[in-house]
């Protein structure tokens, strides 16, 4: 099935640039969990320690959404979450500075914010540090 080759393509990918992962948060929907165990087993992140949020499969608003990363413990320096589309586009569009984008599926999309903690993450102050689609690794 297309969708998990892409998984798995850009999972690689990632495995590749050595990006960093402390915890993966994941919608519980079917799809998107197979992709979260295919990330977790090409980035060595144990799948049985995924979260899973409901509310990222029936719909988180953006403000939520930016609640539940403000909440994240200090020891999380980065987190990898796996959504639906069109959410995660108002995701991108509500928390990156500037984001015009498309966020077709398996979409891969890193936020960088100069902050000390999560709670002092801002809506629309991230910066966009990767951007990764299924076409550009063809």
């Known amino acids: 099935e297309r969708g998990k080759k892409d998984a798995d393509r850009i999972s690689v990918e990632l495995a590749k640039q050595k990006i960093t992962h402390d915890l993966f948060i994941s919608s519980p929907a079917n799809r998107t969990r197979q992709t979260a165990e295919i990330f977790a087993k090409n980035l060595n992140y144990p799948v049985d320690s995924i979260r899973y949020e409901k509310k990222l ?19 999380i320096n980065s987190v990898i979450i796996f959504g639906h ?39 629309r102050n991230g910066e966009m540090g990767l951007r990764l689609i299924p076409d550009m690794l063809e």
Request: with cysteine; aromatic share 16%; hydrophobic share 35%.
């Open 57 to 75: 499969f029936t719909g988180k608003t953006p403000e939520n959404f930016l609640k539940m990363l403000q909440d994240l413990t200090e020891e």
């Open 85 to 123: 589309n069109p959410t995660v586009y108002y995701y991108m569009n509500y928390l990156l500075r500037h984001f015009v984008d498309d966020v077709p599926t398996c979409s891969t999309v890193a936020i960088d914010y100069d902050v000390s903690s999560w709670k002092d993450l801002e809506a």
